[in-house]
Protein backbone atom coordinates (compact mmCIF):
# COMPACT_ATOMS: atom_id res chain seq x y z
CA UNK A 1 0.00 0.00 0.00
CA UNK A 2 1.04 3.33 -0.86
CA UNK A 3 2.03 5.38 2.15
CA UNK A 4 0.93 9.09 1.85
CA UNK A 5 1.83 10.38 5.46
CA UNK A 6 4.64 8.96 7.04
CA UNK A 7 5.67 10.16 10.75
CA UNK A 8 8.84 9.25 12.69
CA UNK A 9 9.60 9.99 16.40
CA UNK A 10 7.52 13.29 16.46
CA UNK A 11 7.22 15.55 18.93
CA UNK A 12 5.64 18.86 19.82
CA UNK A 13 6.00 20.37 23.38
CA UNK A 14 4.82 23.36 24.85
CA UNK A 15 6.12 24.11 27.91
CA UNK A 16 6.10 20.99 30.08
CA UNK A 17 3.41 19.57 28.65
CA UNK A 18 4.56 16.70 25.52
CA UNK A 19 1.44 17.50 23.60
CA UNK A 20 2.82 14.38 20.64
CA UNK A 21 5.62 12.33 22.66
CA UNK A 22 8.41 10.83 19.77
CA UNK A 23 5.19 9.82 17.70
CA UNK A 24 5.32 7.36 14.95
CA UNK A 25 2.31 6.85 12.31
CA UNK A 26 1.62 5.67 8.61
CA UNK A 27 -1.66 6.79 6.76
CA UNK A 28 -2.00 4.98 3.43
CA UNK A 29 -3.46 6.20 0.12
CA UNK A 30 -7.71 6.04 0.01
CA UNK A 31 -7.87 5.20 3.53
CA UNK A 32 -10.16 6.76 6.39
CA UNK A 33 -7.83 6.95 9.34
CA UNK A 34 -9.21 7.95 12.36
CA UNK A 35 -7.10 9.60 15.05
CA UNK A 36 -9.08 8.80 18.41
CA UNK A 37 -8.97 9.99 22.20
CA UNK A 38 -10.08 12.45 24.78
CA UNK A 39 -9.46 16.39 25.17
CA UNK A 40 -5.52 16.77 25.96
CA UNK A 41 -4.36 13.63 24.01
CA UNK A 42 -2.55 15.65 21.91
CA UNK A 43 -4.95 14.66 18.52
CA UNK A 44 -4.92 18.94 17.26
CA UNK A 45 -1.40 19.14 18.14
CA UNK A 46 -0.65 16.81 15.72
CA UNK A 47 -2.57 17.71 12.74
CA UNK A 48 -1.69 21.24 13.23
CA UNK A 49 2.04 20.13 12.66
CA UNK A 50 1.29 18.29 10.08
CA UNK A 51 -0.79 20.73 8.44
CA UNK A 52 2.65 23.51 8.73
CA UNK A 53 0.90 25.37 11.28
CA UNK A 54 2.93 24.21 14.33
CA UNK A 55 6.41 22.97 13.66
CA UNK A 56 7.50 19.95 15.40
CA UNK A 57 10.67 20.13 18.17
CA UNK A 58 11.59 17.22 17.17
CA UNK A 59 11.48 14.09 14.40
CA UNK A 60 10.24 14.64 11.27
CA UNK A 61 6.97 13.42 8.91
CA UNK A 62 6.58 13.08 4.91
CA UNK A 63 3.40 13.89 2.95
CA UNK A 64 3.21 12.25 -0.77
CA UNK A 65 6.70 12.09 -0.30
CA UNK A 66 7.48 15.86 0.64
CA UNK A 67 9.22 16.91 3.53
CA UNK A 68 7.57 18.40 6.18
CA UNK A 69 9.69 21.11 7.17
CA UNK A 70 11.24 22.08 3.88
CA UNK A 71 7.87 21.70 1.38
CA UNK A 72 5.41 23.10 3.43
CA UNK A 73 3.61 25.28 0.78
CA UNK A 74 3.83 21.98 -1.85
CA UNK A 75 2.07 20.25 0.64
CA UNK A 76 -0.71 23.01 1.37
CA UNK A 77 -1.57 23.38 -1.90
CA UNK A 78 -2.50 19.08 -1.96
CA UNK A 79 -4.25 18.89 1.38
CA UNK A 80 -7.96 20.59 3.25
CA UNK A 81 -7.60 20.88 6.54
CA UNK A 82 -11.21 21.83 8.63
CA UNK A 83 -10.13 22.96 12.06
CA UNK A 84 -12.34 22.12 15.28
CA UNK A 85 -13.73 26.00 15.07
CA UNK A 86 -13.50 26.88 11.04
CA UNK A 87 -13.84 30.49 10.34
CA UNK A 88 -16.94 31.17 8.08
CA UNK A 89 -18.35 34.42 7.33
CA UNK A 90 -21.41 34.88 8.74
CA UNK A 91 -22.50 37.67 6.67
CA UNK A 92 -21.45 36.09 3.44
CA UNK A 93 -23.98 33.69 1.94
CA UNK A 94 -23.19 30.06 1.00
CA UNK A 95 -22.30 30.76 -2.69
CA UNK A 96 -20.15 34.18 -1.54
CA UNK A 97 -18.01 31.86 1.23
CA UNK A 98 -17.26 29.15 -1.08
CA UNK A 99 -16.12 31.65 -3.84
CA UNK A 100 -14.00 33.32 -1.06
CA UNK A 101 -12.25 30.39 -0.29
CA UNK A 102 -11.81 29.16 -3.68
CA UNK A 103 -9.69 32.59 -4.12
CA UNK A 104 -7.58 32.20 -1.30
CA UNK A 105 -6.63 28.82 -2.64
CA UNK A 106 -6.08 30.56 -6.09
CA UNK A 107 -8.61 28.75 -7.86
CA UNK A 108 -10.16 30.81 -10.93
CA UNK A 109 -12.64 28.41 -12.40
CA UNK A 110 -14.91 27.07 -9.71
CA UNK A 111 -18.20 27.61 -10.64
CA UNK A 112 -18.77 23.84 -11.74
CA UNK A 113 -16.67 22.28 -9.09
CA UNK A 114 -18.92 24.47 -6.75
CA UNK A 115 -21.88 23.37 -8.23
CA UNK A 116 -20.99 19.78 -7.25
CA UNK A 117 -20.20 20.21 -3.66
CA UNK A 118 -23.09 22.39 -2.69
CA UNK A 119 -25.26 19.34 -4.49
CA UNK A 120 -23.01 16.63 -2.46
CA UNK A 121 -23.72 18.56 0.41
CA UNK A 122 -26.93 18.93 0.11
CA UNK A 123 -27.04 22.25 0.30
CA UNK A 124 -27.66 23.23 -3.11
CA UNK A 125 -31.50 24.77 -2.81
CA UNK A 126 -29.83 27.21 0.02
CA UNK A 127 -26.91 29.17 -1.78
CA UNK A 128 -28.21 32.49 -1.09
CA UNK A 129 -28.80 32.16 2.37
CA UNK A 130 -26.51 33.65 5.07
CA UNK A 131 -23.95 31.48 6.75
CA UNK A 132 -24.82 32.92 10.23
CA UNK A 133 -28.54 31.82 9.38
CA UNK A 134 -27.67 28.22 8.91
CA UNK A 135 -27.93 25.14 11.38
CA UNK A 136 -25.10 23.40 13.02
CA UNK A 137 -25.00 20.91 10.88
CA UNK A 138 -25.48 23.20 7.70
CA UNK A 139 -22.54 24.79 8.88
CA UNK A 140 -20.14 22.31 8.78
CA UNK A 141 -21.38 20.86 5.22
CA UNK A 142 -20.70 24.25 4.30
CA UNK A 143 -17.21 23.91 5.75
CA UNK A 144 -16.77 20.94 4.35
CA UNK A 145 -17.17 22.40 1.23
CA UNK A 146 -14.97 25.35 1.56
CA UNK A 147 -12.30 22.71 2.46
CA UNK A 148 -12.87 20.57 -0.69
CA UNK A 149 -13.06 23.64 -3.33
CA UNK A 150 -9.18 23.15 -4.44
CA UNK A 151 -9.22 19.58 -4.96
CA UNK A 152 -7.24 18.74 -1.93
CA UNK A 153 -5.78 15.02 -1.92
CA UNK A 154 -6.14 14.73 1.37
CA UNK A 155 -8.64 15.89 4.31
CA UNK A 156 -7.57 16.80 7.57
CA UNK A 157 -10.55 16.69 9.90
CA UNK A 158 -10.42 17.70 13.41
CA UNK A 159 -13.13 16.59 15.45
CA UNK A 160 -15.34 18.09 12.66
CA UNK A 161 -18.98 16.20 14.20
CA UNK A 162 -18.78 17.99 17.33
CA UNK A 163 -21.84 19.49 18.54
CA UNK A 164 -23.83 18.75 15.69
CA UNK A 165 -27.49 16.95 16.02
CA UNK A 166 -27.22 12.95 15.25
CA UNK A 167 -29.37 13.10 12.18
CA UNK A 168 -26.58 15.44 10.88
CA UNK A 169 -23.98 14.07 12.31
CA UNK A 170 -24.92 10.38 10.60
CA UNK A 171 -24.90 12.17 7.25
CA UNK A 172 -21.63 14.35 7.53
CA UNK A 173 -20.86 10.34 7.39
CA UNK A 174 -22.21 9.34 4.40
CA UNK A 175 -20.35 12.04 2.72
CA UNK A 176 -16.88 11.09 4.17
CA UNK A 177 -18.06 7.79 2.91
CA UNK A 178 -18.39 8.84 -1.03
CA UNK A 179 -15.52 10.96 -0.58
CA UNK A 180 -12.63 7.87 0.04
CA UNK A 181 -14.77 6.18 -2.91
CA UNK A 182 -13.90 9.13 -5.02
CA UNK A 183 -10.48 8.36 -4.23
CA UNK A 184 -9.58 11.18 -1.07
CA UNK A 185 -7.74 9.83 1.88
CA UNK A 186 -9.54 11.21 5.05
CA UNK A 187 -7.29 11.74 8.70
CA UNK A 188 -9.81 12.41 10.74
CA UNK A 189 -10.17 13.41 14.41
CA UNK A 190 -12.72 12.44 16.91
CA UNK A 191 -13.94 11.77 20.90
CA UNK A 192 -16.62 8.91 19.83
CA UNK A 193 -15.91 5.48 19.50
CA UNK A 194 -18.40 4.82 17.14
CA UNK A 195 -17.04 7.25 14.79
CA UNK A 196 -13.66 5.17 14.92
CA UNK A 197 -15.46 1.90 14.16
CA UNK A 198 -16.62 3.80 10.63
CA UNK A 199 -12.91 4.12 9.75
CA UNK A 200 -10.56 1.69 8.12
CA UNK A 201 -7.78 1.84 10.68
CA UNK A 202 -7.63 3.20 14.05
CA UNK A 203 -4.86 5.12 15.95
CA UNK A 204 -5.45 5.10 20.32
CA UNK A 205 -4.22 8.16 21.68
CA UNK A 206 -3.73 9.26 24.88
CA UNK A 207 -0.81 11.79 26.27
CA UNK A 208 0.40 12.58 23.21
CA UNK A 209 1.31 8.54 22.25
CA UNK A 210 -0.21 6.25 20.38
CA UNK A 211 -1.49 2.83 22.80
CA UNK A 212 -2.79 1.14 19.50
CA UNK A 213 -2.94 1.24 16.05
CA UNK A 214 -4.80 -1.19 13.78
CA UNK A 215 -7.87 -2.34 11.84
CA UNK A 216 -10.82 -2.14 14.63
CA UNK A 217 -11.81 -5.54 14.03
CA UNK A 218 -8.11 -6.46 14.60
CA UNK A 219 -7.60 -4.30 17.48
CA UNK A 220 -10.60 -6.35 19.01
CA UNK A 221 -9.41 -9.83 18.17
CA UNK A 222 -6.23 -8.97 20.04
CA UNK A 223 -7.74 -8.39 23.04
CA UNK A 224 -7.30 -11.29 25.61
CA UNK A 225 -9.72 -10.37 28.27
CA UNK A 226 -13.14 -11.36 28.77
CA UNK A 227 -16.17 -8.99 29.52
CA UNK A 228 -19.26 -9.59 31.77
CA UNK A 229 -22.27 -6.93 31.51
CA UNK A 230 -24.20 -6.62 34.69
CA UNK A 231 -27.48 -4.44 34.75
CA UNK A 232 -27.86 -3.58 38.48
CA UNK A 233 -28.60 -1.44 41.64
CA UNK A 234 -27.55 0.57 43.29
CA UNK A 235 -24.97 0.61 40.82
CA UNK A 236 -22.48 2.23 42.64
CA UNK A 237 -22.92 -0.35 45.31
CA UNK A 238 -22.42 -3.00 43.18
CA UNK A 239 -19.23 -1.11 41.37
CA UNK A 240 -17.72 -0.67 45.21
CA UNK A 241 -17.69 -4.11 45.68
CA UNK A 242 -16.41 -5.56 42.81
CA UNK A 243 -13.61 -3.41 43.11
CA UNK A 244 -12.70 -5.06 46.33
CA UNK A 245 -11.82 -8.23 44.04
CA UNK A 246 -8.51 -8.51 42.95
CA UNK A 247 -9.22 -11.04 40.15
CA UNK A 248 -11.12 -8.21 38.28
CA UNK A 249 -8.90 -6.45 36.33
CA UNK A 250 -10.99 -3.35 35.47
CA UNK A 251 -14.71 -2.21 36.46
CA UNK A 252 -16.45 0.43 33.71
CA UNK A 253 -19.55 2.10 34.58
CA UNK A 254 -22.01 2.54 31.29
CA UNK A 255 -25.62 3.91 32.16
CA UNK A 256 -27.12 1.73 34.46
CA UNK A 257 -24.94 -1.50 33.71
CA UNK A 258 -21.16 -2.17 34.98
CA UNK A 259 -18.61 -3.89 32.83
CA UNK A 260 -16.39 -5.97 34.39
CA UNK A 261 -13.32 -6.97 32.47
CA UNK A 262 -11.54 -10.09 33.69
CA UNK A 263 -9.15 -12.49 32.51
CA UNK A 264 -10.72 -16.20 32.78
CA UNK A 265 -7.39 -17.84 34.10
CA UNK A 266 -7.78 -15.87 37.08
CA UNK A 267 -11.93 -16.08 37.59
CA UNK A 268 -14.59 -17.90 36.36
CA UNK A 269 -17.48 -16.70 34.29
CA UNK A 270 -19.43 -18.44 37.27
CA UNK A 271 -17.46 -17.43 40.62
CA UNK A 272 -18.31 -13.61 39.12
CA UNK A 273 -21.76 -14.85 38.91
CA UNK A 274 -21.85 -16.21 42.35
CA UNK A 275 -19.77 -13.00 44.06
CA UNK A 276 -22.57 -10.68 42.67
CA UNK A 277 -25.35 -13.22 43.56
CA UNK A 278 -24.55 -13.85 47.14
CA UNK A 279 -25.27 -10.26 48.13
CA UNK A 280 -27.79 -7.99 49.00
CA UNK A 281 -27.87 -6.68 45.07
CA UNK A 282 -30.66 -6.20 42.52
CA UNK A 283 -29.15 -8.14 39.67
CA UNK A 284 -31.29 -8.23 36.43
CA UNK A 285 -29.19 -9.40 34.04
CA UNK A 286 -25.01 -10.74 33.63
CA UNK A 287 -24.38 -11.58 30.26
CA UNK A 288 -20.49 -11.93 28.64
CA UNK A 289 -20.14 -9.65 25.52
CA UNK A 290 -17.77 -8.81 22.82
CA UNK A 291 -15.40 -6.65 23.59
CA UNK A 292 -16.29 -2.59 22.14
CA UNK A 293 -13.41 0.15 21.32
CA UNK A 294 -14.30 1.86 23.93
CA UNK A 295 -13.74 -1.35 26.33
CA UNK A 296 -10.00 -1.54 25.36
CA UNK A 297 -9.15 2.18 25.01
CA UNK A 298 -10.32 2.45 28.65
CA UNK A 299 -7.96 -0.49 29.25
CA UNK A 300 -5.11 0.63 27.76
CA UNK A 301 -5.55 4.37 29.12
CA UNK A 302 -5.88 2.69 32.76
CA UNK A 303 -3.07 0.52 31.88
CA UNK A 304 -0.69 3.57 30.83
CA UNK A 305 -1.69 5.51 34.06
CA UNK A 306 -0.83 3.06 35.80
CA UNK A 307 2.45 2.55 34.53
Not at 185 to 203: G, K, Q, S, W
Request: aromatic share 8%.
Amino acid sequence: MEKVIEIRNLSKNFKDINAVNELDMEVFKDEMFCLVGPDGAGKTTLVRVLCGILKPDSGCFSIFGLDGRKDRNKIKRRIGYLSQKFSLYGDLTIDENISFFAKVHNVKEFKDEKDVLLEKMGIEKFGNRLAERLSGGMKKKLALACTLIHSPDILFLDEPTTGVDPVSRREFWEILADLKREGITILITTPYMDEAERCDRVAFMYNGSILSCDYPHIIKEKFDKRIMEVVCSPIREVYKYMETIEKIESIHIFGDRLHLVFDEVKISVQEIKEELIKRDFNIYNIRLISPSLENIFIMKMEKRTGE
